[in-house]
């Protein structure tokens, strides 16, 4: 695989708690595998990024909320940990989904229609993300879905300059 790529790891934070955040030791895990997985890839986590954005205030809550999202939408492989609902990485398979990225939920809501038709696998949790990885499937279904994104339309074709 020659292509940098470049991953999000998306995931539920806060959920439904009015108050702290929710593990998120996932976020290491799902990073080391991706790391060791595709060498050189950039791995992206909005923990890192943002740390302790509970504390934020409002104009530093929504830049970096607005941050997040504009991310989520720009990379080519998306992978949610979702074991319960969670707004913000709805809008997160959302954005990813609607521009083209692989969205890879970890999940046990396979009836829930975001997680449902906004993904392009659903594992069930991690031990399975990690045996998805370690068995190529990963790099199956990257391969897969560059094989299916046209290509960049001809200059003499469409009309307009590179």
Same mark, same amino acid.
């Given at each position: 695989m020659? #292509?940098?790529?470049?991953?999000?790891?998306g995931?539920?934070?806060?959920g439904?708690?009015?108050?702290?955040?929710?593990?998120?030791? *996932? &976020?290491?895990?799902? /990073?080391?595998l991706?790391r %060791?997985?595709?060498?050189?890839?950039e791995?992206?986590d909005?923990?890192?990024? *943002?740390?302790? =954005?509970? =504390? *934020? %205030?409002?104009a #530093?809550?929504? !830049? /970096?909320?607005r941050d997040?999202?504009?991310r /989520?939408?720009?990379?080519?492989?998306?992978?949610?940990?979702i074991p319960?609902a969670s707004m913000g990485?709805?809008?997160?398979?959302? %954005?990813?989904? &609607? %521009?083209? !990225?692989?969205?890879?939920?970890? =999940?046990?809501? #396979?009836?829930?229609?975001?997680?449902?038709f906004?993904s392009?696998?659903i594992?069930?949790?991690?031990?399975a993300l #990690?045996k998805f990885i370690?068995?190529?499937?990963l !790099?199956?279904a990257v /391969?897969?879905k560059?094989?299916k994104?046209p290509?960049e339309p001809d200059?003499?074709?469409?009309g307009?300059?590179?």
């Amino acid at each position: 695989m020659s #292509k940098h790529l470049r991953f999000f790891i998306g995931g539920i934070i806060q959920g439904s708690l009015p108050d702290g955040i929710h593990s998120q030791d *996932y &976020r290491k895990e799902i /990073a080391v595998l991706l790391r %060791n997985a595709f060498p050189g890839a950039e791995v992206f986590d909005p923990i890192k990024e *943002y740390p302790d =954005s509970l =504390s *934020y %205030n409002d104009a #530093k809550g929504e !830049a /970096a909320f607005r941050d997040l999202m504009r991310r /989520a939408g720009e990379c080519d492989v998306l992978v949610a940990f979702i074991p319960e609902a969670s707004m913000g990485t709805a809008i997160e398979l959302w %954005n990813a989904s &609607r %521009n083209g !990225a692989l969205v890879v939920a970890v =999940s046990g809501l #396979k009836r829930n229609w975001v997680v449902r038709f906004l993904s392009d696998r659903i594992v069930p949790d991690l031990p399975a993300l #990690k045996k998805f990885i370690l068995d190529g499937g990963l !790099a199956d279904a990257v /391969a897969e879905k560059d094989s299916k994104r046209p290509s960049e339309p001809d200059a003499a074709v469409s009309g307009t300059e590179k």
